[in-house]
């Protein structure tokens, strides 16, 4: 591992899988900032904390893991003057992963009766020690 930062997005289930088809990352609906703090080569993975956007259903678990493919950021017209901003995430395979078994071990998560907490802007940096224990349960299972 090079000079790569990590980070969590945080996203509907069903908005996840709508990125894994189309390879790429939006976050915070559609803001163009988040993604200017990413870099070719940084990872990103996906915690859903529900299964879809306008419903709330719980799923409490980490989606999807990828890796930003390059430096664009761009604009995708999705109707009724939505333009998301988006990049090009090479996602890899890998299993739907539960956050609560993990939460004693991530050093994000400062307070465990409060979890949720750090999840709260929707995209957020973390350390490669805490990158690695969820992606090594994501690809492992």
Not at 3 to 15: K, L, M, P, T
Not at 48 to 77: C, M, R, W, Y
Not at 103 to 124: A, N, T, V
Request: proline letters at 5%; charged letters at 30%; glycine letters at 8%.
């Amino acid at each position: 591992m090079g000079n790569e930062r990590y980070w969590i997005g945080v996203a509907s289930r069903d908005h996840v899988m709508k990125a894994i088809q189309g390879g790429f990352a939006q976050l915070c609906h559609g803001k163009e900032a988040p993604l200017k703090k990413m870099n070719k080569g940084d990872w990103i993975i996906y915690y859903s904390p529900k299964v879809h956007f306008k419903e709330s259903t719980p799923h409490q678990k980490f989606t999807a893991l990828g890796k930003v493919v390059d430096n664009n950021i761009f604009q995708f017209k999705m109707g009724n003057d939505f333009k998301p901003f988006r990049r090009k995430i090479s996602f890899i395979h890998c299993t739907e992963t539960p956050i609560r078994p993990l939460i004693p071990k991530l050093s994000f998560i400062k307070d465990e009766q409060r979890w949720g907490y750090s999840f709260r802007f929707g995209h957020f940096e973390i350390n490669e020690k805490d990158f690695k224990l969820i992606a090594k349960k994501m690809v492992d299972a």
